[in-house]
């Protein structure tokens, strides 16, 4: 059934990364005891009135510059009025005909560019946390400052959407937009999806498919819902256009609620907030601080200090990796060696790349190792219980290798010397070597560096090793 | 009986003590308000309290405040911190707020004495005080007859002088209406001149608090405490009135070279107002002239409109102000709701719905924006617009209460210059033959309250109108004759 071809657009929500909410002062930390983060207008009580937080503004500019989008000069807030007990007065404030910005790409890896429809700013609602017998709201959500990303129906397949959300998510992390973290609900997504015969221009009947709180369920999500309507369509059945939500323990949608039983939001603008203007300075202002972006970072990274395309963009997926990769090239480190140690060894390490800044081995730490390694002093494998050490002490490498005597050995005859003891105690070893089977040697060479307790260089002992094997030869 | 402006200026000079002017209201209140039913919560013992402090910062010789023990009333809409709260309603009946609005902390800042909260139509929707869910309030000049609304307590309380000067909020002649019926003065500022910020939403682009007192210059002292910008409120405008101008503005007492326009449009033999209140509002004008005002007729063309503009827009935005009260957060559900606002909520929600928006909703605001329009080009040839403020004098209760439409025609007068965001006064001018009172309206240009203070203020040094007390009985006051000086 490979007629057909799906057509994916995303709306994905990201918490902003401020102090504030985004209409009153209340504190926007998460994990606070329920219901202390709350005042009369984030509860919605009579008389309370919004005041827009313009550091939300700030932080929404900066992704909507950042992505190319098209800022509009006058924008406004409107009301979407629904039912639901934990929105406290009847509505969400959020925008609708006239959105902050419009237009706007992000590229995907390859390349390839999704297209946005618009990024607009909304507040929160608050939390049901449903009982037994009873549900309950908490309300320090509510009047989170988020900023919705709508893309155009761009991406073609499940993979696409997620590695989408992933660059997207890179994206607001390096712009210090929000912390992206999806357990905690600071980044969301719902996706539209729909099928049509490959290469038509039509598009197809469409669901929403809802509570997509991972990476992987939005992939197994789509993947499911495609399969799901293609078989609908191969079996000559019609799709009704309906939100979906997904269940992750059973892998597969279900239908939430029809069109027809859609909700109308009687949207309006609200009279309490007024039109939202950004003109040509502050839209500068917020052009001027915007640090680098992880795309130009990689290029960067490839370009200036020669890593592999596959080691930048690693680095450049949390900002925080790319800084404390850069900070160790500045105090000294070579940048293939350090792209590669950061990469393998010290992630291993770090279960949050976004926590490395705390590592207790410092950049500068870091370097000092590795300037090692760079003088011979010591080896890889040295390299790697010294910095073992280091982990654990907090000391330089150094001081580690001084103390613990795993600098490498620099003196040859001793290395020779020990090489000589494995030849004598392996003859059998030796003798099949000389008759060719030439593969022996890395076990030899595994055997002197155990007796030398890693702190030969594994480069002598295989050349010491050819000769002495040689030379009786 | 003394204004706010002399029992400040009294207590001040420790003529009196602010408790004993706090005791003597609340006795009358005690005497007269179970018949009138102006107050829905008094408050004795927080108001004496108060006064007792005002009292004692003055024997310490410290200041008090310009309203320094002056005993005013707020209409129930305006949230008081631990002083209930309701609106009007039975749905927020025992609602306790957590926070002053900004107008109440303004007052109590200026050493205002509140002694309680005032009657109205439920959440401000009516203009007869009947759809109070608790009791209708009534009119001190005939009690039969309704005060007005939706600030109707306030305008009774003020009219029995059951409290000095009061706050109630206008959205399209609710301090108005109620004052010319009272035959009472008050003010509805421009849109943004005050806060809204604590002030229960009705129609949040039309809701305006403003003063009532007995006089333009009791409204004046009233706005100078209220008035200005305020950081919980981003509708309000920037700028505050110069302090002291608006009360510097009630010292004129001639008129000349004020133009003063009188729309044709509002004297329509349809819709025009009855012949006892166009015969005390073309007096009133002849007075103004004689002032030394050039008066003038001018058009409102799109006057017509305005009504059916208002209640659309009105009501639209009351359907999702009210949301909120949906059972889940304030005790009562929504069945506690009374039939005008029900009616009022249904209306707005289908004004919004998909499908009707633009037919309604969205004409309504093209069509506001030609109103405003015209009064912007009124306003190049006149520097007030004086009007009657309402068709009629006040009805007997149960006369409309039946029939919306006959309702919604009170304000007709009125609720164009809540659509245009403008100022507007009501000010007392004479009587009808049954001895009610009628009420003048004028209306200036945005942030144009001290002209209208300055016209009011003149007519009132030159007239007794808003002297004339309702008598202490029941029944109407009869044959009130003259009024000039």
């Not at chain 1, 060719?436 to 022996?440: K, S």
């Not at chain 2, 005790?331 to 009374?338: E, I, K, L, N």
């Given at each position: 059934m490979s007629g057909y071809e799906a057509v994916i657009g995303l709306e994905v929500h990201v918490q902003l990364?401020?102090?504030?909410k985004i209409f009153c002062g209340c504190s926007t930390r998460f994990?606070?005891?329920?219901?202390?983060?709350?005042c009369p207008v984030c509860t919605g009580q009579p008389g309370a009135l919004p005041v827009l937080n313009r550091r939300a503004v700030d932080l929404a500019l900066r992704l909507a510059l950042a992505c190319g989008c098209t800022v509009r000069g006058r924008s406004r807030f409107a009301r979407k009025s629904y039912f639901y007990p934990d929105l406290p007065k009847g509505y969400q404030i959020t925008q609708h005909e006239q959105p902050l910005a419009e237009g706007g790409a992000v590229e995907i890896g390859g390349g390839a560019r999704v297209n946005l429809t618009r990024i607009h700013l909304e507040e929160d609602a608050g939390k049901t946390i449903h009982g037994r017998s009873t549900s309950s709201v908490d309300?320090?959500?509510?009047g989170v400052p988020l900023c919705e990303i709508v893309s155009e129906?761009?991406?073609?397949?499940p993979e696409d959407a997620a590695e989408y959300l992933r660059v997207l998510r890179g994206l607001v992390r390096a712009l210090a937009?929000?912390?992206?973290?999806m357990e905690q609900g600071s980044l969301r997504c719902d996706a539209n999806v729909s099928l049509r015969p490959a290469g038509s221009d039509a598009l197809g009947v469409k669901t929403e498919i809802k509570n997509l709180n991972s990476f992987r369920f939005v992939q197994r999500a789509l993947e499911h819902e495609i399969a799901r309507q293609r078989a609908r369509l191969a079996a000559g059945g019609a799709l009704a256009q309906e939100t979906r939500l997904w269940d992750a323990d059973a892998g597969v949608t279900r239908s939430m609620r029809s069109k027809e039983q859609?909700?109308?939001?009687?949207?309006?603008?609200?009279?309490?907030l007024p039109p939202l203007w950004v003109d040509g300075a502050w839209i500068a202002r917020v052009r001027a601080a915007l640090p680098e972006l992880p795309r130009a970072r990689r290029a960067r990274l490839v370009a200036e200090?020669?890593?592999s395309e596959h080691d930048a963009d690693r680095l450049t997926r949390e900002r925080e990796l790319a800084d404390y990769f850069e900070a160790t090239v500045a105090a000294g480190g070579a940048p293939g060696r350090a792209a590669r140690w950061i990469t393998t060894e010290l992630l291993a390490r770090v279960?949050?790349?976004?926590?490395?800044?705390?590592?207790?081995?410092?950049p500068e730490r870091l370097a000092g190792l590795l300037a090692l390694w760079d003088a011979g002093r010591i080896n890889s494998g040295l390299a790697k219980r010294i910095f073992a050490l280091m982990w654990e002490g907090g000391e330089s490498a150094e001081a580690v290798a001084g103390r613990e005597g795993l600098?490498?050995?620099?003196?040859a005859s001793v290395v020779e010397a020990a090489v000589r003891r494995v030849v004598a105690g392996s003859p059998e070893l030796a003798a099949q070597y000389r008759a060719?089977?030439?593969?022996?040697l890395g076990y030899l060479v595994g055997q002197v560096m155990r007796t030398t307790r890693g702190r030969a260089d594994p480069r002598l002992v295989n050349e010491l090793l050819r000769r002495e094997l040689s030379d009786q030869d | 009986m003394p204004t706010v402006v002399e029992v400040a200026r009294g207590i001040r000079a420790r003529e009196q003590s602010a408790e004993r002017v706090t005791r003597d209201r609340l006795e009358r209140i005690r005497s007269l308000?179970?018949?009138?039913?102006?107050?829905?919560?008094?408050d004795g013992e927080g108001a004496t309290a108060a006064a007792r402090e005002i009292d004692r910062r003055l024997d310490r010789g410290e200041e008090v405040g310009p309203l320094g023990g002056v005993p005013v009333a707020l209409k129930d809409n305006l949230v008081t911190r631990g002083l209930e709260t309701t609106a009007g309603s039975r749905v927020l009946r025992g609602w306790i707020p957590p926070y002053d609005g900004t107008v109440v902390e303004r007052l109590r800042a200026s050493g205002a004495v509140i002694l309680g909260k005032l009657n109205l139509d439920e959440f401000a929707m009516?203009?007869?005080?009947?759809?109070s869910a608790f009791a209708p309030c009534r009119n001190p000049?005939?009690?039969?007859r309704v005060p007005g609304g939706s600030s109707g307590g306030a305008a009774a309380a003020v009219a029995a002088g059951l409290c000095l000067g009061a706050l109630g909020t206008d959205t399209g002649g609710s301090i108005r209406q109620p004052a010319a019926l009272c035959g009472v003065t008050g003010l509805k500022p421009t849109?943004?001149?005050?806060?809204?910020?604590?002030v229960i939403a009705f129609a949040s682009s039309l809701d305006q608090v403003g003063p009532l007192g007995r006089t333009v210059e009791d409204c004046a002292a009233l706005l100078e405490v209220i008035a200005g910008p305020d950081?919980?409120?981003?509708?309000?405008?920037a700028e505050a009135p110069e302090p002291g101008s608006l009360l510097a503005a009630?010292?004129?007492n001639e008129l000349r070279g004020v133009r003063v326009g009188v729309p044709r449009e509002y004297f329509a033999?349809?819709?025009?107002?009855?012949p006892d209140v166009a015969g005390a509002v073309g007096a009133a004008l002849a007075q103004i002239a004689e002032l030394g005002a050039e008066v003038k007729e001018i058009s409102?063309?799109?006057?017509?409109h305005a009504v059916a503009t208002y209640y659309l827009i009105a009501t639209a935005e009351a359907s999702s102000n009210l949301a909120?009260?949906?059972g889940v957060r304030y005790?009562?559900?929504?069945?506690?709701?009374?039939d005008e606002v029900k009616r009022r909520i249904m209306l707005g929600t289908f004004a919004l719905s998909a499908g009707y928006r633009d037919a309604y909703y969205g004409r309504a605001q093209r069509v506001r924006t030609l109103i405003r329009r015209d009064f912007e080009r009124a306003f190049d040839a006149c520097d007030v617009i004086a009007t009657p403020?309402?068709?009629?004098p006040a009805f007997r209760?149960?006369?409309?209460?039946?029939?919306p439409l006959q309702m919604y025609l009170a304000d007709i007068y009125t609720l164009s210059c809540n659509l245009a965001g403008l100022p507007g006064l009501s000010l007392p001018c004479g009587f009808t033959g049954e001895g009610l009172p009628v009420g003048l309206q004028l209306l200036g240009p945005a942030l144009g309250e001290a002209v209208l203070l300055e016209v009011g203020a003149a007519y009132q040094a030159a007239t007794d109108w808003h002297e004339r007390r309702p008598p202490p009985g029941r029944g109407a006051a009869r044959g009130v004759a003259g009024g000039r000086r």
């Open positions: 990364a401020t102090a504030a994990g606070a005891p329920p219901n202390t983060q709350v309300l320090n959500r509510a129906p761009d991406l073609r397949r937009v929000s912390d992206g973290n859609g909700r109308d939001y009687r949207y309006f603008p609200d009279p309490d200090l020669g890593l279960p949050d790349p976004r926590a490395v800044g705390g590592a207790p081995v410092t600098f490498q050995q620099q003196d060719g089977r030439r593969n022996v | 308000d179970p018949t009138l039913r102006a107050y829905l919560h008094v009516g203009s007869s005080c009947e759809s000049w005939d009690p039969e849109y943004g001149r005050v806060s809204r910020y604590g950081a919980r409120d981003s509708t309000c405008v009630c010292g004129r033999d349809e819709g025009g107002p009855e409102l063309p799109h006057t017509g909120r009260y949906d005790g009562r559900g929504r069945r506690g709701f009374g403020t309402s068709p009629f209760l149960g006369e409309r209460i039946d029939d």
